[in-house]
């Protein structure tokens, strides 16, 4: 890794991003613990103060939180606020008290105002109005960074807050009524091609535009910034390249031999029009992307069905 440390602590393991930082961590030969809502509920202080004292780690990589699609974001904003708000809080307050060396904030893109100038530069932070459909979550994930921010300031920590582009891959959430746009999407054209229903529905025009990181090159930027970056005020990971949901539709159903029609239904909201991070910081402290979007959602696609067979079997 560069630097010797003897312990480093995974929150929100399972998940998404947080088992891709693990595996990392696992294969570089560090020594590692991944916790889940199984060791701690990290809304609880009481039960985040004991699983900080219990490993005393050197390092926090932070992948735990309540996320979700742009439907239950704009249903549940009470869930997103209070959840995301009580983890970090309780989980920066315990690192603070175990003297954690250097602490990851994992915070989203979605932090940057819904018009944006694009692509979306990290000075652009609170220049302007959220995208209502997902405000309370972000309002989170920004007091997230500026409590990261008030610990550098007043006890001089090197602790940092990463600001990712939408992710994608193995572990994610396929749930159709709580996910994401491309496990969403997965999930739908999987099943019609198994099924040889001949449409599928996206929600939307199909007209706004994402940029999408593979999990596997989030978590090596993730480590990248531990080892490269420190400052106030967050740093984005992206790819530096997007397209349009309905590219993104039409990719996923070659990719899954769906050979169906295809309704955009603009009764649901597209939400942000385009949401393009500037990655010219990261890239010039010498860390870029390199799963192309087709790749990662074939591999993505390979291990959902996969998993989807295991369970067929059990």
């Given at each position: 890794?560069?630097?010797?440390?003897?312990?480093?602590?995974?929150?929100?393991?399972?998940g998404?991003?947080?088992s891709?930082?693990?595996?990392k961590?696992?294969?570089?030969?560090?020594?590692?613990?991944?916790?889940?809502?199984?060791?701690?509920?990290?809304?609880?202080?009481?039960?985040?103060?004991?699983?900080?004292?219990?490993?005393?780690?050197?390092?926090v990589?932070?992948?735990?939180a309540?996320?979700?699609?742009?439907?239950?974001?704009?249903?549940l904003?009470?869930?997103?606020f209070?959840?995301?708000?009580?983890?970090?809080?309780?989980?920066?307050?315990?690192?603070?008290?175990?003297?954690?060396?250097?602490?990851?904030?994992?915070?989203?893109?979605?932090?940057?105002?819904?018009?944006?100038?694009?692509?979306?530069?990290?000075?652009?932070?609170?220049s302007?109005?959220?995208?209502?459909?997902?405000?309370?979550?972000?309002?989170?994930?920004?007091?997230?960074?500026?409590?990261?921010?008030?610990?550098?300031?007043?006890?001089?920590?090197?602790?940092?807050?990463?600001?990712?582009?939408n992710?994608?891959?193995?572990?994610d959430?396929?749930?159709?009524?709580?996910?994401?746009?491309?496990?969403?999407?997965?999930?739908?054209?999987?099943?019609?091609?198994?099924?040889?229903?001949?449409?599928?529905?996206?929600?939307?025009?199909?007209?706004?535009?994402?940029?999408?990181?593979?999990?596997?090159?989030?978590?090596?930027?993730?480590?990248?910034?531990?080892?490269?970056?420190?400052?106030?005020g967050?740093?984005?990971v992206?790819?530096?390249?997007?397209?349009?949901?309905?590219?993104?539709?039409?990719?996923?159903?070659e990719?899954?031999?769906?050979?169906?029609?295809?309704?955009f239904?603009?009764?649901?909201?597209?939400?942000?029009?385009?949401?393009?991070?500037?990655?010219?910081?990261?890239?010039?402290?010498g860390?870029?992307?390199?799963?192309?979007?087709q790749?990662?959602?074939?591999?993505?696609?390979e291990?959902?069905?996969?998993?989807?067979?295991?369970?067929?079997v059990?």
């Amino acid at each position: 890794m560069g630097w010797n440390l003897t312990e480093y602590l995974v929150t929100g393991s399972s998940g998404l991003v947080g088992s891709a930082v693990l595996k990392k961590l696992i294969d570089s030969g560090v020594k590692v613990v991944g916790t889940t809502r199984n060791d701690a509920d990290l809304r609880s202080e009481a039960e985040t103060t004991a699983l900080l004292n219990f490993y005393k780690p050197k390092v926090v990589i932070d992948c735990a939180a309540k996320v979700g699609g742009i439907k239950v974001n704009d249903s549940l904003p009470v869930d997103f606020f209070l959840e995301n708000i009580e983890i970090q809080n309780n989980l920066l307050k315990a690192s603070h008290g175990v003297q954690v060396e250097k602490f990851v904030f994992l915070g989203s893109s979605c932090i940057y105002p819904k018009l944006a100038p694009q692509p979306i530069s990290e000075s652009y932070l609170m220049s302007g109005p959220l995208e209502p459909t997902n405000s309370s979550y972000a309002m989170a994930k920004i007091a997230g960074i500026q409590l990261v921010n008030s610990y550098r300031k007043q006890f001089g920590h090197s602790w940092i807050s990463v600001m990712p582009t939408n992710v994608y891959g193995p572990n994610d959430n396929f749930n159709l009524e709580t996910s994401h746009v491309i496990p969403a999407l997965i999930n739908k054209f999987v099943d019609a091609a198994a099924s040889g229903h001949p449409e599928v529905e996206v929600w939307g025009s199909g007209n706004a535009r994402r940029e999408f990181i593979y999990s596997d090159d989030l978590a090596s930027g993730i480590l990248f910034c531990l080892e490269s970056y420190n400052q106030d005020g967050p740093i984005n990971v992206g790819t530096g390249q997007d397209l349009t949901i309905r590219e993104l539709a039409y990719l996923i159903a070659e990719l899954t031999g769906f050979r169906g029609s295809i309704r955009f239904n603009e009764y649901f909201p597209d939400g942000t029009p385009r949401k393009l991070l500037d990655v010219s910081k990261i890239n010039e402290l010498g860390w870029e992307a390199t799963t192309s979007l087709q790749m990662g959602l074939k591999m993505t696609i390979e291990w959902y069905i996969s998993i989807l067979k295991s369970r067929e079997v059990s």
